[in-house]
């Protein structure tokens, strides 16, 4: 079935120490975005692409940085994770090709603990 | 600067009930709004899409409406089954952005 897919599901990670965060689309979606949720919160936008192009979110802070080799991947990276940074961590796409082709389709998650 | 409510935070129902969750917006500027389901440590599922000329879009026993003048949006769930339990977002589309604003969501329990 075509879908989201992150990986992995749950990563533990040292105070400081970077660690990537993968998420991959079998959508041909044009669109790919990265959310941070925190416990009961509403999930947070901290970039997007659409196709090459990076959009950031002006309060992503600068230790969050993203790429996207290719139109199935995209990376988030941590430099130096702090024990705030410990959330869910949200991939979606969409189409984006027009107006109409919005709807967000979402992976299941990777679950950030930092210790 | 767009912002989504999401009343109540909470809701515990018994089985069987008929069920109304609300989402307000406060920039009726939107695009499109969308509601999701999301189960204790899991990602979110779309449950559906209503674009700005719609009123309302209906899967199953869900029923969502949309009012763009008044800033508000309802999802009716009807006959509740446990496995509704879960919380329940709805996120605005702001025009031409390919972004999604967030409500924080309603936790929903239904009790068997």
């Known amino acids: 079935d075509a879908m989201v897919i992150q990986n992995p599901r749950y990563q533990v990670t040292q105070f400081g120490k970077p660690v990537t965060l993968s998420c991959s689309q079998t959508l041909n979606h044009n669109v790919m975005y990265w959310y941070q949720q925190k416990s009961s919160q509403a999930p947070k936008l901290l970039f997007h692409?659409?196709?090459?192009?990076?959009?950031n979110e002006a309060d992503t802070p600068d230790n969050f940085q993203s790429r996207r080799p290719n139109t199935s991947f995209c990376f988030l990276d941590i430099r130096s994770p702090g024990l705030g940074d410990a959330a869910m961590y949200l991939c979606?796409?969409?189409?984006?090709?027009?107006?109409?082709?919005?709807?967000?389709?979402f992976g299941p998650g990777t679950r950030l603990t930092v210790t | 600067k767009q912002e989504v409510t999401q009343i109540p935070a909470a809701l515990s129902v018994p089985e069987g009930e008929n069920l109304v969750l609300n989402c307000s917006f406060t920039d009726s500027a939107i695009y499109n709004l969308q509601w999701f389901r999301q189960d204790p440590g899991k990602g979110l599922t779309s449950l559906l899409l209503i674009q700005s000329s719609q009123r309302e879009q209906t899967s199953g026993r869900l029923n969502a409406s949309l009012d763009k003048s008044s800033g508000r949006s309802t999802l009716y769930i009807a006959a509740s089954q446990p496995g509704d339990s879960a919380t329940y977002l709805c996120?605005?589309?702001?025009?031409?952005?390919?972004?999604?604003?967030f409500g924080s969501g309603t936790r929903l329990l239904v009790r068997p």
């Open positions: 979606a796409t969409s189409r984006g090709a027009s107006l109409s082709s919005y709807e967000q389709y």
């Open positions: 692409y659409y196709d090459k192009d990076f959009n």
């Open positions: 996120a605005v589309g702001e025009d031409s952005s390919y972004k999604l604003i």
